[in-house]
């Protein structure tokens, strides 16, 4: 069984230790209102025993909670005071300085929670240390100046989360769709190089991995680019090359005729495409940004956003040779061809390409061929998104998301004009339903007179946010502000007015509505008798939103957070507080946003149903997925869940496996097993547990990670049910 220090490297549990630290507080007090060595060697017993029980590596502060408790049930109330004063007392030398100490165990990569904190960053690697380390730095500035102090409380415990502390002291935001189109089109500027507008497709991809480098370096969150924007690019490059085989033809001497001609040029510019469009995937897996992790990239492919129907067929290729070269993947270090973790592709389900008999519909099968074996694409459904993405002049749109979830809201310009690209969400904050619902007793009254505190809680959280991006200079992100990617600002002009009227968002986050449910109702939130309750506190969520928005003039959207390592956080700040739960807090994770159980029965058609009635409650962000077994041999499975998408459901994935083993080259699935308390990724062909030696591919909160999780997220992953 392991431990993890203050420091965050981890150590076997040591009863011994145990028995020292309250034999040195017994040992202080009168001799009457000591403990017996048989007494103090039952609680440390008692300890152990409780730890074991809880099924994770507990923290030093933890054990220490146990310790207290113990000796109180034992009577030994002198003895239980003089343990808590020099706990305390230590605690207090320990907080001069716990950044250098923390900071310190970076570097000697013996710092477990960092090491599992991010599903893609190496934390062995210099420039992903670096990273780190001036992410200390900042969330130590954050907490200690920057944020009030209450916020910084309720943070800590788990009662909300401030997202990215680590780049808060900074003037960043979070998530953005690239406005490609603007700088491809127009040209922009890459480290005081202007860079004009591309005269081939090659050109244009290559100077798409520039700029998406560019702007993952200057925020800290996802961004999205549209295969669309390059498409103009397939026209340029066809009428070059015409021009240069005419040339090459006349040179000869020879006389082709039109279909020999074309038949020559669409060979080579297939070619081109191909060389681009592996451009676009082999530079994006191998960039290593400024936050020392492969840029954060979505790619959208969505035939209905070209201009006229000749951009829409060269679109078409290229999504075609998108989805082939996702289907190979990329060769590991053994050569071996692997999942990789980006970019994320969304292919769009439309009329055009749904239907058996619709014109792209080969298109949609490869996707499927695609997701069977490398997770994605994930899919979008027009159909709904124009039903639930209405703007104030009652428009429908289909537009991508930032990253894995986050979409922005409806914004229609000056012009009456839609627009998607160029904009951003300034941060997130997220509320942990579960602690309203567990510090209300079940007391229905004082559950919603508590979300009301722990909402203004958020609220002002969400204002710090805000408060910080007011002011920024356009100098600060000269890519994102001044070269197209989100703006064309002046030098030195403040960004503020990005920051009001909907051209930008910032997200109230949720997560553990399942939790949350549970334990006012009894039931899970799929219970037809729960639902109601559940769909009241979604309701009450938006609610807060829209009178934010209101107020500030500010678009406050309500986001279904992806938590990642902090789904493990808020498991453990839970049963600090509230203790054991059965159904509520017994998992070492809590879980995602609206989405049901993972542990819960369910076919595939019937959770895509159910969770489609709350993603349309979550309009900052939401995604949906279904965990299937390996489906290569049964496409038209996946093929009739995609059309169940395209009718039902706005955004939805389907999780699949993708593993191998470098010891033995087994390329089944990896799975988890528990040993000494911890639950270890083992190869179950050779027995293999060096994680440095197999590559494993899961789909973790909207994106596909590729470098482990902490213990509470490799429980949810161990638990999923299949449901297909």
């Known amino acids: ?13 040591d009863i011994d230790k145990i028995e020292t630290a309250i034999a040195k507080a017994n040992d202080v007090v009168e001799e009457a209102a000591r403990m017996t060595p048989l007494q103090i060697r039952r609680i440390a017993e008692s300890v152990e025993i409780r730890c074991q029980q809880m099924n994770r590596s507990l923290s030093v502060e933890e054990i220490q909670d146990l310790v207290e ?99 808060y002291a900074q003037h960043m935001h979070n998530c953005d769709l690239v406005n490609l189109e603007d700088m491809l089109q127009n040209g922009t500027v ?31 969150g996802g961004q999205s680019i549209s ?101 190979q993947g990329v060769k590991n270090e053994k050569g071996v061809w692997i999942t990789p973790a980006f970019p994320k592709l969304i292919y769009v389900l439309e009329e055009d390409n749904i239907h058996e008999d619709s014109k792209y519909y080969y298109l949609t099968r490869l996707a499927a061929e695609c997701t069977a074996r490398r997770m994605v694409p994930d899919y979008i459904s027009e159909k709904k998104m124009l039903e639930l993405k209405v ?45 309203i619902a567990l510090s209300s007793g079940r007391d229905l009254e004082k559950f919603w007179r508590i979300f009301d505190e722990r909402l203004d809680l958020c609220y002002r959280a969400l204002m710090c946010r805000h408060t910080r991006l007011k002011g920024t200079l356009s100098d600060a992100a000269p890519i994102l502000w001044q070269y197209g990617a989100l703006a064309r600002l002046e030098k030195g002009e403040p960004i ?110 019937d959770k895509l149903a159910f969770e489609a009635q709350f993603q349309a409650l979550s309009p900052g962000g939401a995604i949906s997925y279904v965990e299937v077994p390996d489906m290569q041999n049964n496409i038209d ?5 995609m059309k169940f998408i395209y009718d039902n459901i706005m955004y939805a994935e389907l999780n699949t496996k993708s593993d191998y083993c470098q010891v033995c080259g087994y390329d089944g699935e990896i799975g988890v097993v528990e040993q000494e308390g911890k639950l270890v990724w083992t190869c179950p062909n050779c027995g293999n547990t060096d994680q440095s030696k197999m590559n494993v591919a899961r789909r973790t909160c909207g994106y596909i990670g590729t470098q482990y999780w902490n213990q509470g997220r490799t429980q949810e992953i161990k638990e999923r049910v299949l449901h297909l």
């Open 637 to 641: 499975a996946v093929l009739e869940l």
């Open 69 to 167: 408790d113990q000796i109180m049930a034992h009577g030994a109330f002198e003895v239980a005071k003089k343990y808590i004063t020099y706990r305390y007392t230590r605690e207090l030398v320990r907080k001069s300085n716990t950044t250098d100490d923390r900071i310190l165990t970076l570097i000697e990569s013996n710092n477990e929670e960092v090491k599992q904190e991010n599903a893609n960053k190496n934390p062995t690697v210099n420039a992903v240390q670096r990273d780190y380390m001036a992410g200390e730095v900042s969330k130590d500035i954050t907490r200690r100046i920057l944020l009030p102090r209450d916020i910084v409380e309720a943070h800590e415990a788990g009662i909300i989360h401030f997202h990215d502390a680590d780049y």
């Open 227 to 327: 295969l669309t924007h390059l498409a103009p690019f397939v026209e340029v490059s066809r009428q070059k090359i015409r021009k240069s085989v005419e040339e090459e033809f006349a040179e000869m001497g020879i006389q082709a005729t039109d279909a020999q001609l074309h038949k020559i040029v669409e060979t080579r510019l297939l070619e081109e495409i191909r060389r681009g469009v592996q451009t676009i995937q082999y530079q994006v897996v191998t960039l290593m940004t400024t936050n020392g992790q492969a840029p954060f990239i979505t790619v959208f492919m969505y035939l209905n956003e070209a201009r006229d129907e000749q951009e829409k067929a060269d679109l078409a290729i290229i999504i075609e040779e998108t989805l082939r070269q996702r289907y």
């Open 496 to 605: 503020d007015k990005l920051l009001y009227g909907g051209y930008s968002t910032i997200s109230l986050g949720y997560a553990g509505l399942y939790e949350c449910v549970k334990y006012m109702t009894g039931r899970s939130h799929t219970d037809p008798e729960a639902k109601p309750f559940a769909l009241d506190v979604m309701r009450y969520l938006n609610a807060a939103c829209a009178g934010w928005k209101k107020q500030h003039n500010m678009d406050f959207s309500l986001y279904g957070t992806p938590l990642e390592s902090t789904t493990y956080k808020f498991a453990k700040a839970l049963q600090k507080r509230f203790g054991m739960i059965p159904g509520v807090t017994d998992k070492s994770y809590i879980t995602n946003s609206y989405h049901i159980h993972v542990t819960e029965e369910i076919n595939a058609f």
């Open 190 to 220: 890459i480290s005081g190089t202007l860079i004009e507008k591309p005269h081939s497709f090659s050109t244009a991809c290559n100077i798409a991995t520039q700029i998406i480098a560019q702007v993952a370096s200057n925020q800290y």
């Open 391 to 435: 703007d104030k002049n009652g428009n429908g749109h289909c537009y991508t998301c930032m990253g894995c979830r986050s979409f922005l809201t409806p914004y229609v310009d000056a012009e009456g004009k839609p627009k998607y690209y160029g904009r951003f969400n300034q941060g997130v904050v997220t509320i942990n339903l579960v602690d």
């Open 1 to 13: 069984m392991k431990i993890i220090k203050r420091n965050g490297a981890e150590m076997l549990f």
